[in-house]
């Protein structure tokens, strides 16, 4: 029940914050680039503190690759991750929404995206595109527009708000299955098979979780190889959560999910070293006694600040560190660097190429 609370307060916060994703709708654009390298198709620096410079790190938007055409064995009754005993007796007309866009695409590589009728602003894959939107302002729900889908099954987190709508929709009839909210590098084939049993499709969930659970261990094996071994030579890392329009800045310590992402880059996590738990509004002190060489962030994050300069003035104690002085900033899409679902093995790749061989993507 804690951890519960914990992830409802952090991913409410987060959204109250204004988590950005780019609505190919609306004609923005994810960041340019090309997706990155294998890890192991390229050749990493002598010494990752030789860099100097800001990348960004682009994960290959691959295809959806369903695990194949599982047959959902309805009726399904469970208890979710709240506690509410759900019965699901009809996965005709879906809604899969999170902060991250990782509920739909795990639907779909569950093999049940026709099954999909809307999206939130996260979902950002080609299958999806023109699923219509039922998120509004950012990532709020809109009543209505879920209403007028006529959804059987929400499937949903607790990053999306305001709250009262999903009451709103169960209040309907509607089922409503709320999954784990806390995102992190182990729970990731936990999720997919909360998402699965939803769906009345347990085995396609147990052979997608193993899938990803392989892929994964693939790349964090090829990390291992190419980062440094000891502490004391390893990046001094932190994750900056920043909203200059909203003058939000926050650093995601112990228990955020940036903790194992970090931990899994083979990056040296400070956060820990200074007892910076959960997400708090960073401050100078705390980033003088981090003194980080490497700052993760997201891309919509920075470009609120008007991009590296615009961060360092706004944040001015990150000039006091060896990442200010070396403009030292990986940066990754919204949606993607947090969002800990079938596209891991992905993201873990496209940020370990930009740590460890950033000229291969600069």
């Not at 880059?265 to 509004?281: F, H, M, Q, S």
């Amino acid at each position: 029940m804690r951890a519960l609370v914990a992830a409802l307060v952090l991913a409410l916060g987060l959204t109250a914050c204004g988590i950005e994703a780019k609505d190919s709708s609306s004609g923005k654009k994810s960041p340019q680039g090309t997706a990155a390298p294998a890890l192991a198709d390229v050749t990493p620096l002598a010494d990752p503190r030789d860099w100097k410079g800001a990348v960004t790190a682009v994960a290959d938007h691959a295809e959806v690759r369903p695990i194949g055409t599982p047959q959902p064995q309805l009726p399904v009754t469970l208890t979710d991750v709240q506690g509410t005993k759900v019965t699901v007796t009809d996965t005709s007309r879906v809604l899969a929404l999170d902060v991250y866009g990782t509920l739909s695409r795990t639907v779909y590589e569950l093999g049940l995206g026709d099954s999909l009728v809307g999206r939130d602003v996260s979902t950002q894959f080609a299958e999806a595109d023109k699923l219509p939107l039922v998120t509004s302002g950012g990532h709020d729900l809109n009543a209505e527009s879920i209403l007028d889908l006529d959804p059987t099954l929400i499937i949903t987190d607790t990053s999306l708000g305001p709250w009262d709508v999903v009451l709103q929709m169960r209040e309907a009839g509607i089922p409503v299955v709320v999954v784990d909210g806390t995102r992190n590098i182990e729970n990731v084939s936990e999720l997919i098979g909360q998402v699965a049993e939803a769906l009345g499709v347990p085995e396609a969930g147990k052979q997608l979780g193993e899938r990803t659970e392989g892929e994964v261990r693939a790349v964090l094996e090829q990390i291992r190889g190419v980062a440094p071994k000891d502490d004391a030579d390893r990046l001094r890392a932190v994750f900056l959560y920043v909203r200059g329009q909203a003058n939000v800045y926050h650093m995601f310590g112990e228990g955020s999910g940036a903790d194992t992402l970090i931990d899994a880059l083979g990056l040296y996590d400070v956060a820990e070293e200074i007892d910076w738990k959960g997400t708090r509004a960073v401050t100078a002190e705390a980033i003088i006694a981090a003194q980080p060489d490497l700052v993760l962030l997201m891309s919509g994050g920075l470009e609120s600040t008007g991009g590296i300069d615009g961060l360092l003035d706004k944040v001015p104690a990150l000039a006091s560190t060896p990442a200010g002085e070396n403009k030292r900033f990986v940066d990754m899409e919204d949606s993607q660097i947090l969002g800990y679902g079938p596209l891991t093995a992905q993201v873990l790749n496209a940020l370990a190429v930009a740590v460890y061989a950033p000229e291969s993507v600069s």
